[in-house]
């Protein structure tokens, strides 16, 4: 074999891997997006999802006593009228065309942008949202819409989730924002509290570990406590959907302190990992 044959072996065999064309926009983005926008693993996961969140709000709805936020109830809870409180983002409503613009256009999110992205009310629903929101609605189950999209997109959000046939509180505003009222934080357990004290809540579901509790900003170390602790709600009355995309299990590699440059948030979450080294 030539000198030349085997360079052009070697090259052909480290291919793809090796090449980098500047052209390609290099995002930390792409897999993420790829596979919410375009797997059939995405919606077969968000798809069991709903049926579970089914099968568990028939059972919530006969139990009484059913509650999945015990501690926030006021005594007589079970006399409530019933309700759901769900996170909008990648719970309920889909924003892959939002993420794949980051990823084609090779830039991060920014929060000017991302208004302009919730007043375009391009959002689509999660596979499967639609049938298991309408089914609640049916079984006259309130739908409490918790969401950190901010109040000035509020009309925008109200606007794309009528449009898309999301059921709507009549007369009792459900789409509760971050900052709707003064003491409403992006941490969430305030709004929690505010709709506990007038409904049975039957169950949470989000995407994110501050759906559900307002100790979800700590160390990896910590949120994995936080794991522990609420072993028992997971897939019972807590509803977890999966977003590979951002989070703040992301933020937690690096400390959540998004002043540090990408390169360097890259770095601390590759420090995150705990690698197998080959033997050599
Ligand atoms: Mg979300």
Redesign the pocket.
């Known amino acids: 074999m030539s000198a030349l044959t085997l360079s052009l072996t070697a090259a052909c065999l480290a291919g793809p891997a090796m090449a980098q064309d500047a052209t390609v926009p290099q995002n930390d983005l792409l897999n993420a997006t790829l596979w919410m926008e375009t797997s059939v693993e995405y919606k077969a996961t968000v798809s069991q999802l709903f049926t579970l969140a089914k099968l568990q709000l028939d059972a919530a709805l006969a139990d009484a006593d059913w509650t999945a936020v015990s501690d926030k109830q006021p005594e007589g809870y079970a006399d409530l009228p019933v309700a759901i409180i769900t996170?909008?983002?990648?719970?309920m409503l889909d924003n892959g065309n939002y993420e794949a613009s980051l990823v084609t256009r090779g830039t991060d999110y920014s929060s000017k942008e991302w208004t302009d992205y919730v007043n375009s009310e391009t959002s689509t629903a999660v596979p499967g949202a639609l049938d298991f929101l309408n089914y609640a609605d049916s079984k006259g189950v309130k739908i409490f819409y918790v969401?950190?999209r901010k109040a000035i997109e509020k009309d925008g959000t109200v606007s794309n989730l009528e449009a898309l046939g999301f059921p709507m509180g009549g007369n009792v505003d459900t789409v509760l924002l971050r900052g709707d009222k003064e003491e409403w934080t992006s941490a969430k357990e305030s709004r929690i509290d505010y709709v506990a004290k007038d409904y049975r809540v039957l169950l949470l579901m989000?995407?994110?570990l501050g759906?559900f509790t307002d100790k979800a900003d700590g160390s990896i170390a910590d949120r994995d406590a936080v794991f522990d602790e609420t072993a028992d709600h997971w897939g019972h009355d807590w509803i977890m959907f999966p977003?590979p995309e951002y989070?703040s299990w992301e933020s937690a590699a690096f400390g959540g302190d998004y002043g540090k440059s990408t390169d360097q948030r890259r770095q601390d979450k590759i420090d995150a990992l705990d690698p197998w080294t080959p033997a050599q």
């Open positions: 996170d909008l983002d990648e719970t969401s950190n989000g995407d994110n759906d977003n989070g």
